[in-house]
C-alpha cells in the first residue's frame, strides 16, 4: 500500500497545464527529496524530476516540480501528445527506513 | 552508455524460490548504490530493496523484509534479488535502478537516473 497519495488521473488539452500532486507525512515528502518519474506504456520509468525541482539533462523545461510541507506537486505546462504517461512521485520515508512511491497518476491529453 | 540488464524471472509455484540478476555495464559498478523496484500487472511501482554500494548496508520494504535477499558482486558487475516464500501478490515486472551519485552509504535511495527493462516473476499454481 502506497503511502504517497496521487489522483488516479489527469487530462487537458494540447498547450494547457495540468498538475499533480503527491500528498505525505512527515516522515517521508516532510522531510526528504521528492522525485518525479514518467513511465510510458510498456516502458521502464524515466526519471523527470529529483530534488524536488531540478530537471535532468534532455528533460524539457515545461515539466516543473515543487514541494510544500507535506505535499508535493509537479506542473506540465504546454501539454504535448507524447506527454501522455503514467507519473509517479517518490521520496524516501524515514520511519519505513525504506523508499515509497505514488499511488501514480495517469495523463491523457484529449 | 550505460546498461542494466534484468534476468531470471519466469513462473513459479508458491512458497518457491527464484534468483533475479542485474548485470550492470557502462560505468564503474561498485561505488553505485542499486535498489530494485516492482510493479505488479497493471498497477503502481513499488520500492522493494536497496544495496550500499559496497553491499555492507541493505533496506527491505515491509511487504518482503525476511523473504528476499538483496545482494551483489562488484567483481562481476551484478546485483542480485533472492526470492523465497513467493506469494501470488509478488507477481510482478522486476526493475533494477541505479543511483545517479557515487557515494559508500545508501541515502535515500528514491533517485534513479538509469533503469533495466525489467523481468517478469509469475507466482501461480
Known amino acids: 500500500q502506497s503511502v504517497l497519495t496521487q489522483p488516479p488521473s489527469a487530462s487537458g488539452t494540447p498547450g494547457q497545464r495540468v498538475t499533480i500532486s503527491c500528498s505525505g507525512s512527515s516522515s517521508n515528502i516532510g522531510s526528504n527529496f521528492v522525485y518525479w518519474y514518467q513511465q510510458l506504456p510498456g516502458m521502464a520509468p524515466k526519471l523527470l524530476i529529483y530534488r524536488i525541482n531540478q530537471r535532468p539533462s534532455g528533460v524539457p523545461d515545461r515539466f516543473s516540480g515543487s514541494k510544500s510541507g507535506t505535499s508535493a506537486s509537479l506542473a506540465i505546462s504546454g501539454l504535448r501528445s507524447e506527454d501522455e504517461a503514467d507519473y509517479y512521485c517518490a521520496a524516501w520515508d524515514d520511519n519505513l527506513n525504506g523508499g515509497v512511491f505514488g499511488t501514480g497518476t495517469k495523463v491523457t491529453v484529449l | ?125
Open chain 2, 1 to 125: 552508455e550505460v546498461q542494466l540488464l534484468e534476468s531470471g524471472g519466469g513462473l513459479v509455484q508458491p512458497g518457491g524460490s527464484l534468483r533475479l540478476s542485474c548485470a550492470a555495464s557502462g560505468f564503474t559498478f561498485g561505488t553505485y548504490t542499486m535498489t530494485w523496484v516492482r510493479q505488479a500487472p497493471g498497477r503502481g511501482l513499488e520500492w522493494v530493496s536497496a544495496i550500499s554500494a559496497g553491499g555492507w548496508t541493505t533496506f527491505y520494504a515491509d511487504s518482503v523484509k525476511g523473504r528476499f535477499t538483496i545482494s551483489r558482486d562488484n567483481s562481476q558487475n551484478t546485483l542480485f534479488l533472492h526470492l523465497t516464500s513467493l506469494r501470488a501478490e509478488d507477481t510482478a515486472i522486476y526493475y533494477c535502478a541505479k543511483d545517479p551519485d557515487p557515494r559508500n552509504v545508501v541515502v535515500a535511495a528514491t533517485h534513479f537516473d538509469y533503469w533495466g527493462q525489467g523481468t517478469l516473476v509469475t507466482v501461480s499454481s
